[in-house]
């Protein structure tokens, strides 16, 4: 033991554990913080979408190390006076841009809950990992899947699927490639999923070590959805030359337009071929809430897994992606990893055995199943549901008006809550480009942008529960307005050529 630790006094002053010297001070600060955030919710349509950072306000995050204390009132105001006024604005109704949903006050009172508990939800026997339990339960109703299914909360879905990929590489290669590494045989494996799936899926195949060439993206139809003869065609020139096809990816939601493969035919092609069948099911598999949209998803229940996000179209408050695995014992074969300090009981505190540690790679974890299941408890799933369909007739109602305005241009079709259209111009790339950019510093929508067979778009996703009409009627004269500027501006501004588009 050094010096410095012996001399350390033992005996604690109430000042020198974390805790306050006075509770009720930082009750009422808590209770002020508490209101404020509940006002700033309620009173979110008087703010603007988002607003660009002033310099004063970065540099005020490019502060030394604290190492003094500082007073907690203080500590809120710089909160409540540059970080709560500078967020996404995802929680406003006007946001659309990517998919981001809206959270709600009922989640951000869960997660304050689950912060006091300061629960870890890695293991060990206690209620948390019940609830947990719980919402695996509901999505095995939700999708039809066995008793025997496993489920497990993760970041997001892009977590979801790297785990997806990682599950379906054990079960092809059996759990030795877990110590020898994935080998000649592993090198051998092809994934498949189409054009128009999520980037995270490359990533996936990059970051399990297969590299992302291993994965063949296929054509997609005029409606974005796979091209399963294609498909077909592709797994037999795969095997033909001694490829091993492992993975199939179907998307139930593409980020760009929100199209759904035809799923039933995707699951019937990977039994016949004997290929794991991987759901990315990000934002759209929630659509399995709403009548409308559920005879969409069908054949997802026959998944080997699924990847979905609470916080897109759950309204739960950012971060809480999950995975489902038909088969339980496949997905523990892919994470367990006994260690003597993870030791199993059968009673006492340790006991609750297998774990969430034994289906991912986290320890540690923290208790995202609390927002979620006060969510679906306080709504309950019919009202998800329909707020779910009320999104796709936004989505319509935004559709039929720029059908109706010869300024404005469709450029796909509009398949659930997303929408992508552009101001017609000369140039159109580049002034689509500006008008969003506009548009969001103007703080009177968030509309993001994609690229649609090689033309910029304008790219609406309604997700948020409290985007209205009048929202999406705010954004569309916002459109006409910055086009007509800048599509006229154009002619007197010195061309400035614009760099390439990304792609
Ligand atoms: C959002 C999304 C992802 C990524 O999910 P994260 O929760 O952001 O990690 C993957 N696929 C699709 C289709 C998505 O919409």
Same mark, same amino acid.
């Given at each position: 033991?050094?010096?410095?630790?012996?001399?350390?006094?033992?005996?604690?002053?109430?000042?020198?554990?974390?805790?306050?010297?006075?509770?009720?001070?930082?009750?009422?600060?808590?209770?002020?913080?508490?209101?404020?955030?509940?006002?700033?919710?309620?009173?979110?349509?008087?703010?603007?979408?988002?607003?660009?950072?002033?310099?004063?306000?970065?540099?005020?995050?490019?502060?030394?190390?604290?190492?003094?204390?500082?007073?907690?009132?203080?500590?809120?105001?710089?909160?409540?006076?540059?970080?709560?006024?500078?967020? !996404?604005?995802?929680?406003?109704?006007?946001?659309?841009?990517?998919?981001?949903?809206?959270?709600?006050?009922?989640?951000?009172?869960?997660?304050?809950?689950?912060?006091?508990?300061?629960?870890?939800?890695?293991?060990?026997?206690?209620?948390?990992?019940?609830?947990?339990?719980?919402?695996?339960?509901?999505?095995?109703?939700?999708?039809?899947?066995?008793?025997?299914?496993?489920? @497990?909360?993760?970041?997001? !879905?892009?977590?979801?699927?790297?785990?997806?990929?990682?599950?379906?590489?054990?079960?092809?290669?059996?759990?030795?490639?877990?110590?020898?590494?994935?080998?000649?045989?592993?090198?051998?494996?092809?994934?498949?999923?189409?054009?128009?799936?999520?980037?995270?899926?490359? &990533?996936?195949?990059?970051?399990?070590?297969?590299?992302?060439?291993?994965?063949?993206?296929?054509?997609?139809?005029?409606?974005?959805?796979?091209?399963?003869?294609?498909?077909?065609?592709?797994?037999?020139?795969?095997?033909?030359?001694?490829?091993?096809?492992?993975?199939?990816?179907?998307?139930?939601? !593409?980020?760009?337009?929100?199209?759904?493969?035809?799923?039933?035919?995707?699951?019937?092609?990977?039994?016949?071929?004997?290929?794991?069948?991987?759901?990315?099911?990000?934002?759209?598999?929630?659509?399995?809430?709403?009548?409308?949209?559920?005879?969409?998803?069908?054949? @997802?229940?026959?998944?080997?897994?699924?990847?979905?996000?609470?916080? &897109?179209?759950?309204?739960?408050?950012?971060?809480?992606?999950?995975?489902?695995?038909?088969?339980?014992?496949?997905?523990?074969?892919?994470?367990?990893?006994?260690?003597?300090?993870?030791?199993?009981?059968?009673?006492?505190?340790?006991?609750?055995?297998?774990?969430?540690?034994?289906?991912?790679?986290?320890?540690?974890?923290?208790?995202?199943?609390?927002?979620?299941?006060?969510?679906? &408890?306080?709504?309950?799933?019919? &009202?998800?549901?329909?707020?779910?369909?009320?999104?796709?007739?936004?989505?319509?109602?935004?559709?039929?008006?720029?059908?109706?305005?010869?300024?404005?241009?469709?450029?796909?079709?509009?398949?659930?809550?997303?929408?992508?259209?552009?101001?017609?111009?000369?140039?159109?790339?580049?002034?689509?480009?500006?008008?969003?950019?506009? @548009?969001?510093?103007?703080?009177?929508?968030?509309?993001?942008? !994609?690229?649609?067979?090689?033309?910029?778009?304008?790219?609406?996703?309604?997700?948020?529960?409290?985007?209205?009409?009048?929202?999406?009627?705010?954004?569309?004269?916002?459109?006409?307005?910055?086009?007509?500027?800048?599509?006229?501006?154009?002619?007197?501004?010195?061309?400035?050529?614009?760099?390439?588009?990304?792609?």
């Amino acid at each position: 033991m050094t010096r410095l630790l012996r001399e350390t006094p033992l005996r604690a002053e109430a000042s020198e554990t974390l805790d306050p010297q006075n509770w009720d001070e930082l009750r009422a600060l808590g209770h002020r913080m508490l209101d404020d955030m509940i006002d700033y919710i309620a009173s979110v349509r008087d703010r603007p979408v988002w607003q660009p950072i002033p310099d004063r306000v970065r540099a005020r995050f490019r502060e030394q190390l604290p190492r003094e204390a500082s007073d907690l009132g203080e500590v809120y105001r710089t909160f409540a006076d540059f970080v709560a006024p500078y967020a !996404t604005g995802n929680v406003h109704p006007g946001f659309m841009g990517w998919v981001h949903g809206g959270g709600s006050a009922v989640g951000m009172l869960a997660e304050m809950l689950a912060a006091g508990l300061n629960a870890n939800l890695g293991g060990r026997d206690h209620v948390p990992i019940e609830v947990e339990r719980q919402i695996v339960q509901w999505m095995r109703e939700m999708f039809a899947f066995p008793d025997t299914a496993s489920g @497990i909360f993760v970041t997001g !879905t892009s977590m979801a699927n790297l785990m997806a990929v990682l599950v379906a590489r054990t079960a092809v290669l059996g759990k030795l490639a877990r110590q020898h590494g994935i080998g000649n045989d592993g090198a051998l494996l092809t994934a498949y999923t189409s054009k128009a799936a999520h980037g995270c899926i490359s &990533k996936a195949m990059d970051i399990a070590g297969f590299g992302s060439d291993a994965l063949r993206c296929i054509g997609v139809d005029q409606a974005h959805r796979i091209d399963v003869r294609a498909l077909r065609d592709q797994i037999a020139r795969d095997r033909e030359i001694g490829f091993k096809p492992f993975l199939v990816v179907g998307s139930a939601g !593409t980020v760009d337009i929100g199209a759904i493969d035809a799923l039933g035919e995707l699951a019937a092609l990977c039994a016949e071929e004997n290929i794991w069948f991987h759901v990315d099911g990000a934002f759209g598999a929630l659509g399995i809430l709403s009548p409308a949209l559920a005879p969409l998803l069908a054949g @997802i229940e026959r998944a080997d897994s699924i990847a979905l996000d609470f916080h &897109k179209w759950g309204q739960v408050p950012y971060d809480a992606g999950f995975l489902m695995v038909r088969d339980g014992e496949r997905h523990r074969e892919a994470f367990a990893a006994p260690a003597a300090y993870l030791r199993r009981e059968t009673r006492g505190l340790a006991a609750g055995s297998p774990w969430p540690c034994d289906m991912g790679p986290d320890l540690s974890r923290g208790f995202r199943a609390l927002k979620t299941w006060f969510t679906l &408890k306080t709504y309950g799933t019919d &009202k998800l549901g329909a707020i779910i369909t009320r999104s796709c007739a936004l989505a319509g109602y935004l559709e039929a008006r720029i059908l109706a305005e010869p300024r404005l241009e469709l450029l796909a079709p509009v398949n659930l809550n997303i929408v992508c259209f552009r101001y017609a111009c000369e140039d159109a790339d580049k002034v689509n480009g500006q008008i969003v950019v506009d @548009i969001q510093e103007s703080g009177i929508a968030a509309p993001s942008t !994609t690229v649609i067979d090689g033309r910029l778009a304008i790219r609406a996703a309604i997700v948020n529960h409290r985007t209205d009409v009048c929202d999406i009627d705010a954004m569309i004269a916002a459109v006409l307005e910055f086009g007509a500027q800048r599509s006229s501006r154009r002619d007197r501004l010195p061309d400035i050529e614009a760099p390439p588009l990304a792609l």
